[in-house]
């Protein structure tokens, strides 16, 4: 599959067709926890990235192979998919090709045009990001392309609220000692209020960061945030999805797309693909072996993510978060 990975399970959305609009490491920000191994190149320039064509076969075919397949379509990129210009003509395929939700992850760092408002109008679920509501901090934690106004930015999310009629998620990621202050969190409650997304999920550095210096908050530091924020806030770091119903089979080819996307623990491989980690371990040894994943510690524990000699047609292919 070139644009679809997964499904993964996913606490949040069920099982998850994941769609990749955007192959390559184009995105508006460079942010310091970014889970791809590379610094971005960053964007604003909108155009048709992937094919919206093959994108839409891609999934018809998927469908039509496994009718009972996923519970969401889930549009990511590996870098910010509101960058292609063809967005809300895939949304609408995918809304024709499948009775099923569409959701869009998000850096939101474009929802000020009103065109990308307008692609997004016919999604069921938005999850945009805001890390932080103090310039400074932005521009730590984020580090935009030039062409990002951070007040534009702030206000886009606010117009977004006033005219999707869908479910807003907006994710809050914080990093320790970059946007975790008090001036920080006090700044993010007012623009909450604004914005008034559905749901705000907090969540911190739970995969090996770009920036090594990159540090996730405790539990117990999140909660004091969360509680700051007020009660609409649930923490989603390090959640646990249920296992029920693992199955016993899983290829390399299966693992090596989840890899292509973002780094991942064992364990996490095992949910995404409803897995026993048990099966699983012989997989990586064999992938580790041949060096085509590579392990990484972050925070006592280990992930396994692509190596640089992994084949090509992977390498390109990293996710959002
Ligand atoms: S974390 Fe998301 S928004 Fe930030 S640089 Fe990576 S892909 Fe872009």
Sequence with gaps: MRYLFGPVRSRRLGRSLGIDLVPGRLCTYDCIYCEIGVRKVRTCRRQAYAPVAAVLAETRDFLARVPDGADVLTITASGEPTLHAGLGECIAGLK???????????????????????????????VPSLDAARPESFLRVNRPAACIDFAAMLEGLVAFRQGFAGEI???????????????????????IERIAPDRVQLNTVV????????????????????????PRVEIIARTAADRNGARQTVNEEQVLAILARRPCAAEEIGRALNVEIA?????????????????????????????????????GVRAHR
């Design 96 to 126: 024709e090709a499948a009775d099923l939700p569409v959701c869009v992850l998000t850096n939101g760092s474009l929802l000020h045009l009103p065109e990308v408002r307008a692609d997004l109008a016919a999604a069921d679920i938005v």
């Design 169 to 191: 998620w907006l994710e809050i990621l914080l990093v320790a000692g970059v946007n975790d202050s008090e001036e920080d969190i006090a700044a993010l409650k007012p623009w």
């Design 207 to 230: 995969r090996p960061p770009l920036e090594r210096f990159a540090r996730p908050l405790s539990a117990a530091a999140l909660e004091a945030v969360a509680a700051r924020l007020g």
């Design 279 to 315: 099966s699983l371990r012989p997989l990586l040894a064999g992938l580790l072996a041949r060096g085509l994943v590579v392990a990484r510690h972050h925070e006592g524990g280990e992930f396994f993510q692509l190596a640089a000699r992994s084949p090509d047609r992977l390498q």
